[in-house]
């Protein structure tokens, strides 16, 4: 149904999610992200609410492993849910419940967790981690070379539809919130829209900061 990495930069700046599933819409109700705190996902018959409280968590130094323990333990249906999550320092946690659906994978690398149910094939995380250690560049790169690296490793066992990439920094709001809620090939058009939106992340950043200073939008005679 579903398959996914979480992610951090090492200074622990940046954390994203990537996704991609059979359902539509799946990066609206499954990747969460909160500045300073973590980043979570939560798949297979999925509990949105589960990722506020896990970022909670996080948020307040709480370990990737604890806070997962614990949002689980206030919740009757784990055996159903799939989580992942990372906190700012420390190693990912991945919850994998015994309903979870189909061929179910996970895997751990420094920075990333990567986990997905009704895999094509088990080595889909595996394949994703090594992407993602493999790549460079922006974490948003970084996530979707994870992401295409699943897909073509076999991916979910029925067709992909949907796809998305949240990314958060050092201000309030996400810089990256990108979606892609039904299509054909969506890991595909998801790097398309990445392509036209990554060179302008740090305007958009700017201009909420500082628009004076922001490409464009300054006053005659700034520098």
Same mark, same amino acid.
């Given at each position: ?98 309903? $979870?659906?189909?061929? !179910?994978?996970? #895997?751990?690398? &420094?920075?990333?967790? %990567? @986990? =997905?149910?009704? /895999? $094509?094939?088990?080595? !889909?995380?595996? #394949?994703?981690? &090594?992407?993602?250690? %493999? @790549? =460079?560049?922006? /974490? ?84």
């Amino acid at each position: 149904m579903t398959f996914s990495i979480v992610a951090r930069t090492p200074d622990g700046q940046f954390f994203g999610v990537a996704i991609a599933s059979s359902s539509p819409a799946v990066a609206a109700r499954c990747a969460h992200a909160r500045t300073g705190a973590g980043a979570v996902a939560t798949q297979n018959i999925t509990d949105p609410a589960l990722g506020p409280i896990i970022l909670e968590s996080l948020s307040q130094g709480g370990t990737a492993d604890a806070a997962l323990e614990a949002a689980l333990g206030g919740t009757p249906f784990a055996a159903y849910r799939q989580v992942l999550a990372i906190a700012a320092q420390g190693p990912p946690a991945i919850h994998s419940g015994v309903r $979870a659906l189909g061929l !179910v994978g996970s #895997a751990v690398g &420094a920075h990333c967790a %990567a @986990a =997905g149910n009704l /895999l $094509a094939h088990p080595e !889909v995380p595996n #394949a994703m981690i &090594a992407a993602f250690e %493999a @790549a =460079g560049g922006h /974490l948003g790169s970084r996530l979707l070379h994870a992401l295409r690296a699943g897909a073509e490793r076999g991916g979910e066992a029925g067709p992909i539809h949907s796809a998305g990439v949240l990314i958060v920094r050092d201000v309030s709001w996400p810089i990256v919130d990108l979606r892609v809620d039904w299509s054909d090939d969506p890991v595909a058009d998801l790097q398309r829209i990445w392509e036209i939106y990554a060179p302008q992340i740090d305007d958009y950043v700017q201009r909420a900061i500082d628009p004076g200073r922001a490409p464009g939008f300054g006053v005659a005679g700034d520098p």
